[in-house]
């Protein structure tokens, strides 16, 4: 057949919030031991299924795993103090998987909805100043404790293939159409700490 120089594509116009992660302190606490070793579990779960179906092994780093799971919590957050449905929101996680050369460490949480809810300024007033701090403290705060603990955060993998850790739907879990990973992929433990080990928790100096 003949090949093609062009490829579909959809232009969406919404709003949104765009988080980036510092560098340095991000890479700090992803060379901790304990990190290491829990993001490992995590990784092998998910790419044990992958390979059953014959699909390639994602090199998962651990930096993706906080990035992605604040995108979880701060979604639900916006949803709490803003009014938006969960479901208006969607994220889009800026942390590369396939390079080392090219550092992406940030998170897009955005809405492009046509309804009430969408598009009209509401997100992104509450990205002004002031207002986003509030957000993110009470999203990690509120993180620290899932009605379903201890056992959340203890679990050895939980939801489909085991492919998440201290993740589910009291907590971290959101609709399918906002996530980008189907929900898999997350651990609160990233963020605040295990009870046995509080210094794995990204966050743990905010807590």
Known sequence: GK????????????????FEFNKKRLNE????????????????????ERLKRGQKARNIIP???PI????HLVINQFSYECGYGSSALRERIYCNLESQTDIMNG???????????????????QGKPGNLETIVYNAIENARWCSSDPI????????PNSCNL?????????????CEESNMLLDRAMLIGTLDDPSIGYFNIVI
Do not use: M
């Open 152 to 159: 959340c955060i203890d679990t050895k993998g939980q939801g």
């Open 63 to 65: 930096q993706f795993i």
């Open 29 to 48: 606490w992803a060379a901790k031991k304990g990190v290491i070793e829990r993001i490992k579990k995590l990784s092998d779960n998910y790419n044990q």
């Open 166 to 178: 201290a993740a589910c739907h009291n907590c971290a879990l959101l609709p399918e159409t906002c």
């Open 68 to 71: 992605h799971t604040f995108a």
């Open 107 to 125: 998170v897009l949480i955005y809405t492009a909805s046509g309804d009430s809810e969408g598009s009209l300024g509401g997100l992104v007033r």
């Open 3 to 18: 090949s093609i120089t062009w490829l579909p594509a959809v232009v969406v116009r919404g709003e949104g919030v765009f």
